[in-house]
């Protein structure tokens, strides 16, 4: 297995295969553990994570591959390979706050880059849409933060006035039944 075949644009690529497609046909199903002992093999650590990434996302271990895309990112701070599978990855799993820091650092990588004109077009567009998604999802977890803080109020108001009635009430019964009984005038 030539691991070198896996970066670049057969990573790119790979973005458009489903996660864990059912098997189809009479081909044996693919074996990730196989996968995965064969990228021990390649002497460059951004390369083996990013085979590793790739073989985890294939296989449906989100959080798998999420783990491996960090941890090449510790070596590879600036990869965009990594960082654009980490933020999807991310998104996925609705991590906004490692999100945001991922999409700034894509930007920050693209910046830095020499890329041929085409190249860097269609990163500044990915980069873009995954930046979207990740201020629509942390716009979606404040408005979450917003209501659940909403609801919590309207519980205590709504509980105060129950126990306040509950109170009035039960002080009427108490005079009503002290009337009854004739030791109220």
Same mark, same amino acid.
């Not at 553990?33 to 390369?47: G, I, K, N, R």
């Not at 990112?73 to 609705?94: K, N, Q, W, Y």
């Not at 105060?160 to 109220?184: C, D, H, K, N, P």
């Given at each position: 297995?030539?691991?070198?075949? &896996?970066?670049?644009? =057969?990573?790119?690529?790979?973005?458009?295969?489903?996660?864990?497609?059912?098997?189809?046909?009479?081909?044996?199903?693919?074996?990730?553990?196989?996968?995965? %002992?064969?990228?021990?093999?390649?002497?460059? =650590? %951004? &390369?083996?994570?990013?085979?590793?990434?790739?073989?985890?996302?294939?296989?449906?271990?989100?959080?798998?591959? !999420?783990?491996?895309? &960090?941890?090449?990112?510790?070596?590879?701070?600036?990869?965009? !390979?990594?960082?654009?599978?980490?933020?999807?990855?991310? %998104?996925?799993?609705?991590?906004?706050?490692?999100?945001?820091?991922?999409?700034?650092?894509?930007?920050?990588?693209?910046?830095?880059?020499?890329?041929?004109?085409?190249?860097?077009?269609?990163?500044?567009?990915?980069?873009?849409? !995954?930046?979207?998604?990740?201020?629509?999802?942390?716009?979606?977890?404040?408005?979450?933060?917003?209501? %659940?803080?909403?609801?919590?109020?309207?519980?205590?108001?709504?509980?105060?006035?129950?126990?306040?009635?509950?109170?009035?009430?039960?002080?009427?019964?108490?005079?009503?039944?002290?009337?009854?009984?004739?030791?109220?005038?």
């Amino acid at each position: 297995m030539d691991l070198r075949a &896996l970066s670049g644009g =057969a990573i790119v690529l790979s973005s458009f295969v489903p996660v864990a497609s059912p098997h189809q046909g009479g081909d044996a199903p693919p074996r990730y553990d196989q996968q995965l %002992t064969a990228t021990l093999d390649e002497p460059d =650590a %951004t &390369l083996r994570a990013r085979a590793r990434v790739e073989i985890l996302y294939r296989a449906g271990d989100l959080p798998g591959a !999420l783990r491996e895309a &960090l941890d090449g990112l510790a070596i590879a701070p600036s990869d965009r !390979l990594l960082l654009r599978r980490a933020l999807e990855l991310e %998104t996925a799993l609705r991590l906004p706050d490692r999100a945001s820091i991922h999409a700034e650092q894509l930007a920050e990588a693209l910046r830095g880059d020499s890329l041929d004109e085409e190249a860097r077009r269609w990163w500044e567009r990915e980069s873009a849409a !995954l930046a979207e998604a990740v201020r629509r999802m942390n716009d979606h977890e404040s408005s979450l933060k917003a209501a %659940t803080a909403r609801a919590r109020w309207i519980s205590i108001f709504v509980l105060g006035a129950v126990i306040a009635t509950g109170l009035a009430l039960a002080r009427t019964g108490s005079r009503e039944g002290a009337r009854a009984e004739g030791e109220l005038p």
